[in-house]
């Protein structure tokens, strides 16, 4: 398979699981103070999403069969975490986007100047996760219970959906 058609398939599968993990996030804790920041951190998730979209229609890539698990996953991951309390929803964020740091990291030095442009809006979208990543260790992420071992498994889940959206 093309390496940038995968490239494609498993962005696109991430943020359709991150936008809904804000969803998830914001239906337990849509009134909280950090509802303004998860709300933020969702319009550039589905921004991102937006643009993935536009990719695989353009570049006729088949999205992942598993888009339906990853949506109920991604809002369940939020939703559960939210109800843990905002500081375990902020320390899932923490872990979601180092993953998706170091995923986007390595798809950005495989990428040559033919494809400079998807190279780019990959660095962009890193650029906004680490953003997010920073966000959520303002708001005390490192202070959830167990914030090692949530972070651990969470970001092990992380790794796993990429490993299969990749190939399915």
């Known amino acids: 398979m093309d390496q940038v058609k995968q490239f494609i398939r498993v962005d696109h599968a991430g943020e359709v699981g991150a936008a809904q993990i804000y969803a998830g996030q914001l239906a337990v804790l849509g009134r909280g103070r950090h509802a303004a920041a998860l709300r933020e951190m969702q319009a550039q998730e589905q921004a991102h999403l937006e643009e993935f979209s536009a990719l695989i229609a353009a570049r006729r890539v088949r999205p992942t069969v598993l888009l339906p698990l990853w949506r109920i996953a991604g809002f369940a991951l939020g939703a559960a975490t939210a109800a843990m309390g905002s500081r375990a929803a902020m320390a899932c964020t923490v872990a979601v986007e180092e993953t998706i740091d170091a995923h986007y990291a ?25 953003v997010h990543r920073d966000v959520a260790l303002a708001n005390e ?5 167990g914030y090692r071992v949530l972070t651990a498994v969470i970001k092990a889940g992380c790794r796993a959906a990429i490993r299969i959206s990749e190939k399915i």
């Open 141 to 145: 992420a490192e202070k959830a219970p």
């Open 106 to 130: 390595a798809q950005e030095a495989a990428l040559d100047e033919d494809e400079a442009k998807l190279r780019d809006t990959i660095a962009r979208f890193r650029a906004d996760e680490l």
